[in-house]
């Protein structure tokens, strides 16, 4: 047992090898089992940590590599397609020592990042206390907000250490704002300008839809503006999205023209990082590959898990509308617990992936295989094809 990994190097065992992290960078890589005494050998053995958990077979990983911690479900906005409905909040949430006792395990564990959201996390007085936490463990967090706050906060967040803040803008002021309120727009960009002029690692969320996706190049000639990446994701049809018809989802084929138009930016952008959902299918890349596999599908319970702001566990963050996929609460036992030993989380693992994806031959290569949860959402069927997918086009 260890009470902390802050600045040290942490070799967590695994079945095919094991995961080298760098508690101070955040960074880490897959070694294999014959690679591992050589990269061992480049630290010194005073600035090592090794975890090992208790292996599990129906797992790709022993224990998480990330942990997506929704804080609190209080949200200073109302956005019309927020799939977690966030907003005013009345139960009674997860208290500072319940979130400490979570950190607590995760570094037992060799977890190494957090990805802190909401609602939105800000809203929580003790954010910043929790973040200090987490890095006195060794910890690193990335910070998912909206970026409607004043001096005070964002002051707070230069100081805290993220590894990175990604910030949402939907598209140019008139469609922000009309999706997350008037004059959130300005405020979001103001934020993203002083986080940036400050040295923070800053990243702009934007989730496409019918409303906003003839607005691709203005958003990335923002983003280079400014001096920031950027990354398209596609809507979720979950929540308060599905009340709202300007904010349908795209086709596959509107899909798969957006993420085309992208491609083109990128060479027109280069000084920015510039990122969207099956980029690397379309363009004909290969993922970075990693041990045993695991380049096939969505890895959700696997190498990653999702906390509500009430302790109960899901495979991901877009599982926690859908009560049916609760693994467990922390509460009971805390979390690796429920990992190792969930029926909801072993049946997650067993499920097939669609034909459509088995026998594509970008499947191994360069495709997660698209999003479960958009597919339980549409068909209630996690084995289902993601409609986004934009394989079908790219044979025409």
Known sequence: MFSSMKGKIVFREEKFGGIIYNSTTGKYNYVTKEQTKEQLEK???SSLVFVKNPEITNCYLNAPEEIGLDITQQCNLVCSHCYKDSGKNTKKELSTQEIFEIIDEAAEAGIFCLFISGGEATCRQDLFEIVNYANNKGIRSTLTTNGVYGKDILDKIVSANFLRVQISLDGPKK???????????????????????RGVDIRISCHLCKINKDFIEEMIALANSIGVAIKFSTIRPIGRQQTTADLEMLTGKEFYNAVQRILELKK???KIQITCDFDKLVAEETLYPLPSGGNNRCLAAEKTIAIDSYGNIFPCSFFTPFPEFNAGNVKNNGFMKIWKESGVFKKFRGRKSAEECI???????????????ISYA?????????????????KK
Not at 181 to 197: A, C, H, P
Not at 359 to 373: D, H, L
């Open 175 to 197: 469609v922000h704002d009309g999706i997350r309120g008037k004059g959130n727009f300005d405020k979001s960009v103001e934020s993203i300008k002083y986080l940036k002029q």
């Open 268 to 270: 027109d952008f280069p």
């Open 378 to 394: 549409l068909f209630n069927n996690v084995e289902m094809l993601d409609p986004t997918c934009p394989k079908s086009e790219m």
């Open 359 to 373: 026998s594509c031959k970008y499947f191994e290569k360069s495709c997660f295989g698209g999003c479960p949860a």
């Open 43 to 45: 630290f010194k053995s």
